[in-house]
């Protein structure tokens, strides 16, 4: 499984970015696609994530109703669109995966198998 993040950039608070992870290499459809972040010294942290059966999705309490997770099916890829961004979310953005998460591992970067490389993404102020 290989994984390829795209999206971030430089944008003002109050703006908009929209990131993608494009995997490939699948050898299953039970897959639960997670963002992480992590800002310099600091821990990776959860962001939001989406399972690709029934299409559940979770979010950090810290960008509920700012940030959306989707999954563009015919693509295998997922998006995460990031209005309202406020300084704190500067931060490089990693894509991960894995095939046999429960629902209590979701928000635990260790449980993922499969990352990409981060996208830096970087809010004025």
């Known amino acids: 499984v290989q994984l390829q993040a795209s999206g971030g950039g430089l944008v003002q608070t109050g703006g908009s970015l929209r990131l993608s992870c494009t995997a490939s290499?699948?050898?299953?459809?039970?897959?639960?696609t997670g963002w992480f972040r992590q800002a310099p010294g600091q821990e990776r942290e959860f962001v939001a994530a989406i399972r690709w059966r029934g299409g559940s999705t979770f979010y950090a309490d810290s960008v509920k109703g700012r940030f959306t997770i989707f999954r563009e099916n015919a693509k295998n890829t997922v998006h995460l669109q990031m209005n309202n961004l406020k300084p704190e979310d500067t931060a490089v953005y990693y894509c991960a995966m894995d095939s046999s998460l429960i629902l209590s591992s979701i928000r635990t970067a260790f449980q993922y198998d499969h990352w990409g490389r981060g996208t830096l993404v970087t809010v004025s102020s």
């Open positions: 290499g699948l050898t299953s459809t039970s897959w639960t």
